[in-house]
């Protein structure tokens, strides 16, 4: 099962404004994120260069992994925008 989840910052300018406590937060939602990239767990990741947005597409076994997962990222724990989880269907992925 495959799902989608997007974070918007609550600053449009977040990545150019990030305080020493946002730093450390995202440290270790990158931390979180490449763990889960070697588990298998996450198959992409990446974002709008401006950092308007986040995304990540998890391969995983059920909903409740996925939610488990995606609730325990230290950037949703800690609130820094708006997060956001959906069911997805991967309708073409070309091989690279």
């Known amino acids: 099962m495959e799902f989608i989840s ?3 910052p609550k600053r449009l ?3 150019t404004t990030m305080t020493p406590e946002e730093q450390a937060t995202m440290a270790l939602h990158t931390d979180y994120v490449k763990d889960l990239i070697v588990q298998g767990k996450i198959f992409l990741q990446g974002g709008a260069p401006d950092g308007t947005i986040g995304v990540l597409i998890y391969r995983v076994d059920s909903a409740v992994e996925a ?3 995606f609730y325990s990222d230290p ?3 800690a609130g820094i925008g708006y997060p956001e989880l959906y069911p997805l269907t ?3 992925l070309e091989a690279g």
């Open 6 to 8: 997007l974070i918007r």
């Open 13 to 15: 300018d977040f990545l």
């Open 67 to 69: 939610r488990r997962l």
């Open 75 to 77: 950037a949703v724990i």
């Open 90 to 92: 991967i309708g073409h």
